[in-house]
């Protein structure tokens, strides 16, 4: 018998495949349910050095059914849920809002209505740990960093999903005492990321000698955190974190858009046995981004200082690692880019 059966909602993602593969191989006596509906964003492939492993399991199917959220609360009797699965880019949440209301606001309403109902005699050892984003307090000017006292000011749909996703659990912690904890984080980066946010498109058009799509002046900053230190900082906040209590996770490590690009250029000419400033020439400024946020970064000193987390990680270093996975990894990159990995799914999955 499993010593905990955890939920982790979203574990097909970029990050939530992290942490699932952390979770699996760190714990083999926890039992880890990963539940993903698979949208374009989710992928198997992501996980499939693990799938066999006796302590995983996985199962599709969509946060916004309620009547199935309460089935597998009933079925499985979960003792911890890691909560990512989300509609994560903000250009889509621009194009469609309405699924980033679904998903982030009713899908995460249906697992806390889930938890609550079965957690109500027995809430000692349980925990739902929700994960957000630093985008839900706005926009930085040059100065200062956000806390975890920072006022709310989302100016995406994404965003104002994801803070009214943050405002419900909490909610649900104040007016029914449901464990919970929430962490709010930077722009991760890394292997299996969606070859649609900036990182890994910029990756995959370079390698393909396409343009770079540079937002405005390239003059917006971000906090870059690699994948595998969030994971880390989400295993010890699920260990260790206080009920109730929000932590900020970043990277101490702002950039702006086009200096991070020009880096990005610079290592893929080596790896690439390019000239010098060759791929450069592929960046290419377009229309700014509606609302286009100027800077977010993070002030992550409650982490480090109440759990003892720090990112691993120097930037040069996780990026160099990021681009030797994506140069590595070009079928995987391919079969998302042709559309193939969706179409296995539909045969897989739907037509049952
Ligand atoms: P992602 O888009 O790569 O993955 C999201 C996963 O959720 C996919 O596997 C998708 O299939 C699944 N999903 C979507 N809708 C679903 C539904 N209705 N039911 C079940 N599964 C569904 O996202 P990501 O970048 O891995 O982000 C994961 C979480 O971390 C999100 O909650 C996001 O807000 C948060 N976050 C992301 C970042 C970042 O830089 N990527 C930073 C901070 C916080
Ligand atoms: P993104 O990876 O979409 O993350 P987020 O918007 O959640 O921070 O974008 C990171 C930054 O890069 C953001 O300032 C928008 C910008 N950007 C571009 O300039 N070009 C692109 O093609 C994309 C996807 C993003």
Request: net charge negative; with cysteine; aromatic share 12%.
């Amino acid at each position: 018998m499993a010593e905990k059966t955890i939920l982790v909602t979203g574990g097909a993602g970029f990050i939530g495949s992290h942490v699932v593969r952390l979770f699996v191989n760190k714990y083999p006596n926890y039992k880890i349910v990963n539940l993903d509906k698979l949208t374009y964003a989710g992928n198997l492939q992501n996980l499939d050095d693990i799938e066999t492993l006796a302590n995983y399991e996985f199962i599709k199917g969509d946060i916004v059914d309620d009547e199935f959220v309460f089935d597998l609360f009933d079925k499985y009797k979960f003792d911890g849920v890691i909560h990512l699965a989300a509609e994560s880019h903000v250009d889509r949440s621009i194009s469609n809002p309405s699924e980033f209301i679904k998903t982030n606001i009713v899908g995460t309403v249906n697992l806390l209505n889930a938890a609550r109902t079965f957690w109500k005699d027995e809430i000692d050892n349980k925990l739902f740990y929700h994960i957000s984003t630093d985008e839900v307090y706005g926009s930085l000017g040059e100065e200062g960093f956000f806390v975890e006292e920072t006022s709310y000011s989302p100016r995406s749909p994404y965003s104002a999903s994801k803070a009214s996703s943050d405002h419900l659990v909490r909610a649900y912690y104040h007016t029914f005492n449901l464990p919970v904890v929430i962490t709010n984080c930077s722009n991760n980066y890394g292997p299996n990321q969606f070859p649609e946010k900036l990182i890994p498109l910029a990756i995959n058009n370079i390698r393909e000698k396409k343009s770079i799509p540079i937002y405005g002046k390239g003059e917006n900053i971000r906090d870059w955190l690699f994948v595998e230190d969030h994971a880390n900082a989400i295993d010890l906040v699920f260990h260790k974190g206080k009920k109730g209590e929000t932590y900020n996770i970043g990277g101490n490590n702002e950039w702006t858009n086009i200096d991070l690009i020009r880096v990005l250029c610079k290592i893929m000419n080596e790896k690439l046995g390019r000239e010098e400033g060759e791929s450069e020439q592929l960046i290419t400024f377009v229309k700014d981004r509606a609302g286009h946020d100027l800077r977010y970064a993070i002030d992550s000193s409650k982490i480090q200082n109440e759990l003892g987390w720090n990112p691993s990680l120097q930037f040069e270093e996780g990026l160099n690692k990021t681009v030797d996975w994506y140069l590595k990894n070009s079928l995987w990159m391919k079969n998302i880019t042709s559309g193939n990995y969706q179409k296995y799914y539909e045969e897989q999955y739907y037509k049952r």
